[in-house]
């Protein structure tokens, strides 16, 4: 049952991809995972390296759940400045942003991890760098090189709003902004937030839970679902999130019903996004468990923003393009046109792991 070209695990559950960084020469895939079970619990982050984002090389669990609580959604930056100190310039630390979600008080705390080698990570003896309250939701930080001021920029969802911080160590962090939906997009619980830049515009993109009352806005081609990624396109100021065009209806990251927590890798050229595959009925009906894992992650997809009669509109093209690859003594390029009808669809998408 595992597919031939998209990611999963070795064993256990898998959801979010976290922490995609480009680091040592390889690119370095974090994941939710509870390497214990094939059903959600006890998040850890597991971790892959890939030379081409094709063909991925397991590694040891990353990060570990402690007295703080699991190891939630988040992301990793190279400290090429060295501005926390934890490296030099000439051989730059890997940061790991967390979240630290305790079971019981629910509290939601954002914390950092550090490692030298890329592989194993020690936990900041001072997180959390971000504390949080009891039953006051607050994670999935993703951090970024702040072009406007300087430094660099956190932001992370509070479920109906997402914070910005602004750092000039990576180590101590000052609220900036705060950002609210518009009223013509998707509504929800927001999650796994995620802002870039990309061809002289600004990208903010995330992850809905939302209610049935807003399935009016889909469009009339697309399956209703309640779990879906949406984005803006605006500015960055420097300090939050700013849209130049009042939005009339969402936008939608991919119109499949699996496609969920999306992220992009940080320290590349390109924007290339990866998300989770595993997130409806129909792939959790799937009997992956008889193999010992339980999700899959999307193909990479490189990202651009193009000019069309709507308005500015994100591209996705499949990255890298595999269409004359024959590697390993096979035609890739016949699985590969399979996900170009199917899953990971561009428009409802069917059964992902068939391929």
């Not at 499949?256 to 290339?272: H, K, L, M, P, S």
């Not at 990255?319 to 004359?324: G, H, R, V």
């Amino acid at each position: 049952m595992r597919p031939n070209l998209h990611f999963t695990p070795p064993k256990g559950w898998m959801n979010d991809p976290n922490g995609l960084v480009y680091y040592n020469n390889r690119y370095h895939l974090f994941y939710q995972h509870n390497p214990y079970s094939c059903e959600w619990d006890s998040m850890h982050w597991g971790h892959a390296v890939s030379d081409d984002l094709i063909r991925w090389e397991h590694l040891p669990i990353a990060l570990v759940p402690d007295e703080d609580g699991d190891i939630f959604s988040g992301s990793c930056i190279v400290d090429k400045n060295n501005v926390s100190g934890f490296g030099t310039e000439e051989s730059p630390a890997l940061l790991a942003f967390y979240t630290s979600h305790h079971p019981s008080t629910l509290r939601e705390e954002q914390c950092l991890a550090i490692s030298n080698d890329g592989v194993h990570f020690t936990k900041y003896e001072l997180n959390p760098i971000i504390p949080g309250t009891a039953h006051t939701p607050a994670r999935d930080p993703f951090v970024f090189e702040n072009d406007i001021l300087g430094g660099y920029t956190m932001c992370f969802t509070t479920e109906d709003s997402i914070r910005f911080y602004h750092s000039e160590d990576l180590l101590n962090w000052e609220e900036t902004g705060i950002f609210t939906l518009p009223q013509n997009v998707f509504q929800g619980m927001i999650e796994c937030p995620a802002i870039f830049r990309c061809d002289n515009h600004y990208v903010l993109m995330m992850s809905m839970d939302i209610p049935e009352t807003e399935y009016k806005k889909f469009p009339v081609d697309v399956v209703q679902h309640n779990r879906l990624m949406q984005y803006l396109i605006g500015e960055f100021d420097g300090n939050t999130f700013v849209i130049t065009e009042e939005p009339t209806h969402p936008l939608l990251v991919d119109e499949g019903c699996e496609f969920y927590a999306g992220t992009i890798f940080n320290n590349v050229d390109d924007t290339i996004l990866m998300a989770w595959l595993g997130n409806s009925e129909k792939c959790m009906s799937i009997p992956t468990e008889k193999e010992g894992f339980r999700g899959v992650l999307s193909f990479p997809r490189k990202l651009s923003v193009v000019d069309t009669k709507e308005g500015y509109r994100l591209k996705h093209e499949f990255y890298p393009d595999l269409s004359n690859d024959t590697s390993d003594g096979k035609e890739i390029s016949d699985v590969f046109v399979l996900e170009k009808i199917s899953a990971d669809g561009l428009k409802a998408s069917t059964n992902v792991i068939d391929i």
